[in-house]
């Protein structure tokens, strides 16, 4: 969370003040700054092209193999809400981005689960992320092992199961961060009000990794394991989940051709993403 700036953001409802969020901090004496604190457990797998390509928007392409990377966070202290967190499930693909500017890599960001509504709104607005929500329980460990449950209205639509017991080589650690490259690339779409096939906002923006703040304020290195993991999805028809039926069953469609090592992360890091920008 960075400091106030003279920036003011505004977001609905607009006549009541100035809301405090991620990305604006509140006006309360109580109010401090600092990083959160998160683990991460994350699944992947090499896939068929096109079906991971079908994913991506214009301009966006592939890069290297065909990489689908499942994350779930846990995100714990963080200071805009008061100590308060969330759990997040996204699948995320390495990819480059050429527009009219230079190439950018980065990772897209298909698809986005949380497990509370306040960052599902700023995030939607603010940063074009594709928030959804869903009931996402902290993970549950057992004998050496990770379970991670995601449903919607009680239909259980993903399970991650890992084992990463040992410390994660360096090499591994390395290509993980590379695949990351300059950031989180997201398809940001509005339509608009009354024209419904007309877009208010319909572009790509790029959340910085590892950001600002992180900069001005550098984490420790976070303990990284690696071991085995896997998801796997039961596929919703559309009175499962009205409205997400579509995404679960072409995220279940993906062929898993080769397991990939999978990791478990935990550290502080800030996520505020306030210099993030449009690309074109």
């Known amino acids: 969370m960075t400091s106030p700036s003279s920036t003011t953001i505004g977001i609905m409802p607009t006549t009541f003040g100035v809301a405090g969020g ?40 592939l890069r290297g193999e065909p990489m689908a990377q499942f994350h779930f966070f846990c995100l714990r202290d963080i200071p805009w809400l008061a100590g308060r967190g969330y759990n997040i499930l996204s699948l995320m693909i390495p990819v480059t981005h050429a527009g ?49 449950r995601a449903s919607w209205e009680h239909f259980t639509f993903a399970e991650m199961d890992l084992a990463c017991n040992e410390t994660a080589a360096a090499d591994v650690v390395a290509d993980f961060s590379s695949s990351v490259a300059a950031g989180i690339i997201a398809h940001k ?9 007309v877009a208010d906002a319909d572009y ?32 919703p028809q559309w009175q499962d989940m009205p409205t997400q039926y579509h995404i679960v069953q072409k995220l279940a469609a ?16 800030y996520l505020d993403f306030t210099e993030q920008k449009i690309l074109t």
């Open 22 to 61: 991620p990305r604006q901090a509140p006006e309360h004496p109580d109010f401090r700054s600092g990083p959160i604190r998160f683990s991460r457990h994350i699944v992947r797998f090499l896939t068929r092209a096109d079906q991971l390509g079908a994913l991506l928007p214009k301009d966006v392409t």
């Open 100 to 148: 009219s500017g230079a190439e950018t890599d980065g990772v897209f960001c298909a698809v986005m689960w949380e497990n509370m509504g306040d960052p599902i709104i700023t995030g939607r607005e603010q940063l074009g992320h594709p928030k959804l929500a869903a009931q996402l329980p902290d993970p549950r460990r057992w004998k050496d092992e990770t379970h991670i």
């Open 204 to 235: 790509l923006t790029l959340s910085p990794v590892p950001g600002l703040s992180n900069t001005r304020d550098p984490q420790p290195a976070p303990t990284v394991k690696q071991g085995t993991g896997s998801i796997r999805f039961n596929i």
């Open 254 to 269: 993906l062929e898993q051709l080769s397991t990939l090592d999978a990791l478990a992360m935990e550290g502080t890091t």
């Open 189 to 197: 779409y509005i339509p608009r009000s009354g024209q419904w096939d």
